[in-house]
T-cell receptor, first 110, second 114 residues
């Protein structure tokens, strides 16, 4: 069965500290992996996708097929990074049909 | 370019009733997906419509049904409402149904079943 697991419900760090939000998945095949973010009182929006290999707002995520992981990292957290983060996957070539993890709330303290 | 809009924002229904939720896709998008998000959980895929045809369905019973119209707006209908149907319902539109396409989400409809 396809599944996305985010083991931490809440991650609290101080401003300037490194951040790593964990995401593991189970899927037989070639999935497409995404990170979506929801800031307070805003709608869910795409942060980054593995195929783009880009850095958005200082965040990066590397797909590790051996460990079936897609952890989100940022070297220096900012207070404006505080939000709900969701890892999601879709089957290859089936865009828009997303399987989400439970989400991790990131709290960055001053 | 207009974003994804959903109506109503909030809704209270009684168990056993029927409800219709509406979604207006982002301009130029021909694909819409619906999700149910229970409190404290991630969104769960209900189904997707592509060019007015159902194009995939998640693990939801047939009392969850949908429509997509020629202008690509969409409806989610839920019959025989149950208390567990209380959730935030999200729709997301995308440019097409294939590839690594980005989904643009609406603000959601909060449904409460009493």
């Amino acid at each position: 069965a396809q599944r996305v697991t985010q083991p931490e419900k809440l991650l609290s760090v101080f401003k300037g500290a490194p951040v790593e939000l964990k995401c593991n998945y189970s899927y037989s095949g070639s999935p497409e992996l995404f990170w979506y973010v929801q800031y307070s009182r805003q709608r869910l929006q795409l942060l980054l996708r593995h195929i783009s290999r880009e850095s958005i707002k200082g965040f990066t995520a590397d797909l590790n097929k051996g460990e079936t992981s897609f952890h989100l990292k940022k070297p220096f957290a900012q207070e404006e990074d505080s939000a709900m983060y969701y890892c999601a996957l879709s089957r290859y070539n089936q865009g828009g049909k997303l399987i989400f993890g439970q989400g991790t709330e990131l709290s960055v303290k001053p | 370019e207009t974003g994804v809009t959903q109506s109503p924002t909030h809704l209270i229904k009684t168990r056993g009733q029927q409800v219709t939720l509406r979604c207006s896709s982002q301009s130029g998008h021909n694909t819409v997906s619906w999700y149910q998000q229970a409190l404290g959980q991630g969104p769960q895929f209900i189904f997707q419509y592509y060019r007015e045809e159902e194009n995939g369905r998640g693990n939801f019973p047939p009392r969850f049904s949908g429509l997509q119209f020629p202008n690509y707006s969409s409806e989610l209908n839920v019959n025989a409402l149950e208390l567990d149907d209380s959730a935030l319902y999200l729709c997301a539109s995308s440019l097409d149904s294939g590839g690594n396409t980005e989904a643009f989400f609406g603000q959601g409809t909060r449904l409460t079943v009493v």
